[in-house]
């Protein structure tokens, strides 16, 4: 004759088994939609604000707390003039000139994106549309698209 307490034990395994294997399967589909998740098009995205390269910069350097609040992880526009241009790895990053010789605006430009405009010129006018992403000693614009 089997012992009760044996029998609760083996349906309480069964239980926390069934439940546990339940989690796993809900974790692995939520991790593969996250995986899957299209990019957002940063070219159809609404722009935030608009800005000036030397206004961010600024905005970042007198309170970096408020400009991370305003700023940070939303879809800005940035003009400015390019000081220089870093083409590695099929990745084309523009540095944006401002007063402060120690602060640039990176822009990386989105690699998920088309773009008609692949040569640029250091001096030239541009205006970039991207995700914000703070400031280490510049600041950093990822997923750029250029406006025309």
């Known amino acids: 004759m089997p012992v009760p307490w044996k029998i609760k034990l083996r349906e309480m395994k069964s239980k926390l088994f069934l439940a546990a294997g339940l989690i796993l399967l809900l974790g692995g589909l939520i991790g593969y939609k996250m995986w899957n998740k299209p990019h957002m098009d940063i070219s159809a995205a609404e722009s935030f604000i608009s800005v000036s390269a030397m206004e961010l910069v600024q905005a970042f350097k007198e309170d970096e707390t408020n400009a991370n609040t305003r700023f940070l992880n939303k879809v800005i526009t940035v003009s400015g003039k390019i000081a220089s241009i870093n083409q590695e790895h099929n990745q084309t990053i523009l540095h944006l000139e401002t007063e ?14 088309t773009h008609e405009k692949t040569e640029f010129v250091s001096g030239e006018p541009i205006q970039v549309k991207g995700i914000c992403s703070g400031m280490l000693t510049d600041v950093v614009i990822d997923r750029c698209v250029i406006i025309k």
């Open 100 to 113: 402060d010789p120690m602060a640039l605006v990176i822009c990386n430009l989105d690699p998920f994106s």
